[in-house]
């Protein structure tokens, strides 16, 4: 049975603070918990050497105003992506890994592990530091906590914004649920006209040329009323000017 190692540590150019041990450690068969800050100072590729993703260690760097406070936050503030990795890391070495040598009490490490039955060892002291460094340290504690409420108000704000847009979809969703039923109602009046159509298509043809017919008939015939008025006309003019021309003679 062995123990993972896990170093992580970094300072505020992003420089690994525990490089000498890493580049010594990869070099015994032991496995290695690390990042890519570490990992790129390997002159060739070791199968024990297990590399953190990098999307995880931007969770905990991204709300930080120096890289080098990386440890303090994994300290307070549990990643749950971060738990889920490593979770992976303990099943696939469950039956050779006792457990995890790590420099501070990372939140995680520490979960993780007590889920998965494996022992921790914490390397640094926080009793053992200065008066002014554990001051600081405080602080930095308060601060990130602080960060940390913030964090949670914003998302219980989102909470409450998303809630407010799943009501307004779902009203949304009977709105147009309605206006479906509506349009296959009217689908099916529609569908109800065609075949009345077509079952009387033939009468109904039938009847419009009866119609056209008729109409041609009295088209006809208004054509003959008024050629025969105008012949009327004629003989009364014809009429008009044989009576003047009898009155003259």
Not at 205 to 216: I, K, L, P, T, Y
């Amino acid at each position: 049975m062995e123990y993972i190692y896990m170093l992580t540590e970094i300072d505020d150019s992003g420089i690994p603070i525990y490089r000498d041990e890493f580049l010594e450690k990869s070099k015994q068969n032991c496995t290695i918990l690390t990042t890519s800050e570490y990992a790129t100072f390997l002159e060739y590729e070791n199968k024990n050497v297990v590399v953190v993703p990098d999307e995880i260690m931007q969770d905990y760097d991204k709300n930080l105003d120096a890289k080098g406070k990386r440890f303090v936050m994994m300290e307070v503030y549990r990643n749950e992506k971060f738990e889920n990795w490593l979770s992976f890391v303990f099943k696939e070495n469950n039956e050779r890994v006792e457990g995890i040598v790590i420099k501070y009490a990372y939140a995680s490490v520490i979960h993780v592990a007590t889920e998965n039955r494996k022992s921790v060892l914490v390397e640094q002291n926080r009793k053992e530091t200065s008066m002014n460094s554990e001051e600081e340290y405080q602080k930095l504690v308060s601060e990130l906590k602080r960060q940390i409420e913030i964090l949670q108000t914003e998302l219980k704000q989102k909470e409450v914004t998303t809630l407010s847009l799943s009501e307004n979809l779902n009203s949304s969703s009977h709105y147009i649920e309605n206006l479906q039923k509506h349009a296959t109602n009217l689908d099916n009046e529609l569908k109800k006209y065609k075949s009345f159509y077509n079952e009387h298509n033939e009468t109904i043809q039938f009847a419009e040329e009866r119609v056209n017919h008729a109409e041609a008939e009295i088209q006809r015939y208004m054509e003959l009323y008024k050629n025969v008025l105008s012949e009327l006309d004629e003989r009364k003019i014809e009429l008009l000017e044989l009576k003047s021309k009898i009155k003259k003679h």
